[in-house]
């Protein structure tokens, strides 16, 4: 069974830091291709970040500079360190598992963080 774990959300000042992880289990996941997603109230869900089963990266023109994706293998686990947050980030943030193959995708339940003073 796959399960992705999303943890770390929260409520954040504007200008704070928060950093999600993502654990996977039931699949190899040195051979997928994770991002992270999100969905604020009444809008699309949108990429983040995206990290290849290479390492390579990719950011969102929104979260440039201030979001980082990454991930460590022998852990199973991929994260997303936000920094300099804004109100406008607040949003229901997801998980996904892409094979590198485009196969097979999967989602987490998703974590709230919520920027606001």
């Known amino acids: 069974q796959v399960q992705l774990v999303e943890s770390g959300g929260g409520l954040v000042q504007p200008g704070g830091s928060l950093r999600l992880s993502c654990a996977a289990s039931g699949i190899i996941f040195s051979a997928y291709d994770m991002s992270w997603y999100r969905q604020a109230p009444g809008k699309r869900r949108e990429l983040v970040a995206l990290i290849t089963s290479s390492g390579s990266t990719n950011h969102g023109d929104s979260v440039k500079g201030r979001f980082t994706i990454s991930r460590d293998n022998a852990k199973n686990t991929v994260y997303l360190q936000m920094n300099s947050l804004k109100s406008e980030d607040t949003a229901v943030y997801y998980c996904?598992?892409?094979?590198?193959?485009?196969?097979?995708?999967?989602w987490g339940q998703g974590t709230q963080v919520t920027g606001s003073s």
């Open positions: 996904n598992a892409e094979h590198k193959a485009g196969i097979k995708t999967y």
